[in-house]
Nanobody
């Protein structure tokens, strides 16, 4: 049972990246998938979440309008499309799964998620 985030890299400010979160050993459906990020010296911050059963999404204020979380089917990875990137978006990005109940009540709280993957580094240069 493992989650793997990928797709990070170095990009200039204003650029775009697409991150993927893939599961091995289990299916992402009917779980909720969240994306989080952690910059050096800062706490882990919730970025976005999607509920697999109905596709409902939720975004943090810092990324609203710039990031899009999505998935095609239960068998496909969950994506995080990041546009108009800023230097302050630089962080290690993690994906995690959790129950729909908790993530509906607390969509971007780390405590709502119980299975975390290894992160992928996103660096945005100015």
């Amino acid at each position: 049972v493992q989650l793997q985030a990928s797709g990070g890299g170095l990009v200039q400010a204003g650029g775009s990246l697409r991150l993927s979160c893939a599961a091995s050993g289990f299916t992402l459906d009917p779980l909720t998938i969240g994306w989080f990020r952690q910059a050096p010296g800062k706490e882990r911050e919730g970025v976005a979440r999607i509920i697999s059963t109905d596709g409902m999404t939720y975004y943090g204020e810092a990324v609203k309008g710039r990031y899009t979380i999505s998935r095609d089917t239960a068998q496909n990875p969950v994506y995080l499309q990041m546009n108009s990137l800023k230097p302050e978006d630089t962080a290690v990005y993690y994906c995690a799964t959790g129950s729909a109940v908790m993530s509906t009540m607390y969509p971007l709280e780390t405590s709502s998620y119980d299975n975390w993957g290894q992160g992928t580094l996103v660096t945005v240069s100015s």
